[in-house]
């Protein structure tokens, strides 16, 4: 169902995961309905509604039908094997890496240039 609505708008798999910070590779997983790569309960529930906005569905609907179609404890209440850092993996995979060098630039610049001003002010 979220890949006929993703299909049919013409969105791609990275252009969702840009906007909802969920990895493409978990998108992909709920796209093959497979619920063993997602992080479990609240998590799974989260992918699917911000997908599901995504795509132009019924956010809630979409989760009851998700619910519907997989009523495992892992999706419905959480899931124990579940590590936070499998969690903040599934949402940073998609999460662009800021780069630390325009600062770096930023602060030596702004830096001459305060040294430029005190020299020539004494």
């Known amino acids: 169902m979220l890949r006929n609505a993703r299909e049919h708008r013409g969105v791609g798999l990275r252009q969702i995961a840009d906007t909802t910070r969920i990895s493409v590779r ?3 997983a709920l796209e093959r309905n497979d619920i063993s790569q997602l992080p479990g309960g609240i998590f799974s529930r989260a992918f699917v509604r911000a997908y599901a906005v995504q795509v132009g569905l ?3 609907e979409t ?3 998700f619910l519907r179609q ?3 404890d892992s999706v419905r209440v959480g899931h124990a094997t579940v590590s936070q850092k499998e969690i903040d993996e599934a949402f940073n995979d998609a999460r662009p890496q800021r780069a630390w060098w325009p600062w770096a630039v930023a ?4 830096g001459g240039l305060a040294v430029s ?4 002010s004494s």
Do not use: I, S
Not at 107 to 110: D, F, G, Q, S, W
């Open 117 to 120: 001003y005190f020299m020539r």
């Open 70 to 72: 997989f009523p495992h």
């Open 58 to 60: 019924d956010p809630e």
């Open 63 to 65: 989760v009851e039908e």
């Open 107 to 110: 602060v030596l610049v702004l």
């Open 26 to 28: 978990a998108l992909e």
